[in-house]
């Protein structure tokens, strides 16, 4: 059975930083791309950073120079560092998983994933 767990999300004030975790399990391909979305209210889900097998990373615009996305493949565990964090990034975060080499582009309309976790919520407050 795939399991993505997140976790780390918080309420933090403007200018502050969080990081998240997303411990996986159960997956059975060998190779994938893993990507963090994420969902404020009353806003489209939008694909936030993804990495590929190969360590390479893709960000959002709106995200780019303050968010790192990273993974240890011996902890099974995919990370998003974020740093001087807005108002606007308040949202509930998801890692995502898709079986196959490389990432697709982290534009809209997504590639549908092949597994989700359910999310940890971020609050920005200002």
């Given amino acids: 059975q795939v399991r993505l767990v997140e976790s780390g999300g918080d309420s933090v004030q403007a200018g502050g930083s969080l990081r998240l975790s997303c411990v996986v399990s159960g997956l059975n391909h060998t190779t994938y791309c893993m990507t963090w979305f994420r969902q404020g209210a009353s806003k489209d889900r939008e694909g936030v950073a993804s ?12 995200v780019k120079g303050r968010f790192t996305i990273s993974k240890d493949n011996s902890k099974n565990t995919l990370s998003l560092q974020m740093n001087s964090l807005k108002v606007e990034d308040t949202g509930m975060y998801y890692c995502a998983a898709l079986a196959g080499v490389g990432c697709p582009p982290l534009v809209k309309p997504y590639h549908d994933m092949d597994y989700w976790g359910k999310g940890t919520l971020v609050t920005i407050s200002s």
């Fill in 51 to 62: 990495i590929d097998d190969d360590g390479r990373t893709t960000y959002a615009s709106s």
